[in-house]
């Protein structure tokens, strides 16, 4: 497929060229690369289950690119990236970090991998789904989901949650446990991409305001994951919603994903349906998700969101 030169090779964000000698000597094992990214990052909202305290110089800047990223990782200790750093050594991220270090590595490596955004089922309670960011990368045969966040720390605590039940319509009823397999996702059960929730929605067969994070829900949370899982497949990994509110910025500069629901007319909506039709269904779509990126600006990610600093 001609999408899987294009996804082995890396983008303005996932670009490591400046880190080969780094890079050269790490494994091409995609279990691997998942479980050395877990030795260099921490996720800031798990910081208690780690017993690490909050230290801002330790905190990714949440428009970073992955060089800057690993700056950053080197700052505090400059080992091998092969060797895992003790929690309180690592570098303070979110879902988006570990997700796209992790293909950044996969890139330089030539292992075709894509971010995708959408919504964990095991990272939700009483039947909501939580926003989250994952990997998928091409074993030779197929695309495969992996969770590069969810280490032993994690899954453990997950595991004694028991499973969240998810009602996708009126007589389907989807019990997602969270022992998952973090290495092996499974989609649709454990995990959804922006574009398959949307369309899902879209025919009312689930609730938009099941979908989000906190108070954060609805069609309009789901149109930013939307845009940010188009983004991320046309290799433009932006940042989340909440971390990018949580440095005192804001979307507004990118249209539709600032405007509220009531300023999205019919026929935007209809290009949401379209947009997420072609996230859907990604490969068959693939020259027309590059398409369309290049042609409308208003998918277009503005550069203030993810260029290096």
């Known amino acids: 497929m001609k999408s899987l030169k294009f996804y082995s090779s890396p983008g303005k964000v996932t670009d490591l060229k400046d880190f080969r000698n780094l890079i050269e000597p790490l494994t091409d094992n995609p279990d691997y690369i998942c479980q050395m990214v877990q030795g260099l ?4 909202g798990w910081l208690d289950r780690y017993g690490v305290e909050y230290r801002a110089e330790r905190d990714v800047e949440n428009v970073s690119d992955m060089g800057l990223l690993l700056e950053r990782i080197l700052d505090l200790n400059d080992s091998p990236l092969s060797f895992p750093r003790f929690p309180q050594d690592r570098v303070i991220a979110s879902c988006r970090e570990y997700a796209t270090l992790t293909v950044a590595i996969m890139r330089a490596k030539r292992i075709p991998a894509r971010c995708r955004v959408g919504f964990a089922s095991y990272l939700g309670s009483n039947g909501e789904i939580e926003d989250h960011w994952i990997v998928e990368y091409w074993n030779g045969k197929r695309w495969i989901l992996t969770d590069p966040q969810i280490d032993p720390t994690q899954l453990s605590f997950l595991q004694k949650l028991g499973h969240n039940t998810i009602i996708l319509d009126d007589d389907t009823e989807i019990k997602c446990p969270y022992s998952i397999n973090p290495r092996f996702i499974k989609e649709r059960y454990d995990f959804l991409n922006a574009a398959t929730i949307w369309l899902t929605c879209r025919k009312g067969s689930f609730s938009p305001d099941k979908c989000g994070i906190g108070t954060h829900r609805g069609y309009w949370f789901i149109r930013g994951q939307v845009l940010r899982d188009f983004a991320a497949l046309n290799r433009v990994e ?72």
Request: proline share 3%.
């Open 41 to 44: 990052l921490v996720h800031g």
């Open 238 to 309: 932006t940042v989340p919603y909440l971390c990018r509110i949580e440095k005192g910025l804001d979307w507004s500069e990118w249209e539709y994903l600032g405007a509220e629901d009531k300023e999205i007319s019919v026929n935007d909506f209809s290009n949401l349906d379209m947009i997420a039709f072609m996230g859907h269904n990604a490969d068959y779509q693939y020259e027309n998700i590059r398409k369309y990126y290049d042609k409308y600006e208003y998918l277009r990610v503005p550069e203030s969101y993810y260029k290096r600093k």
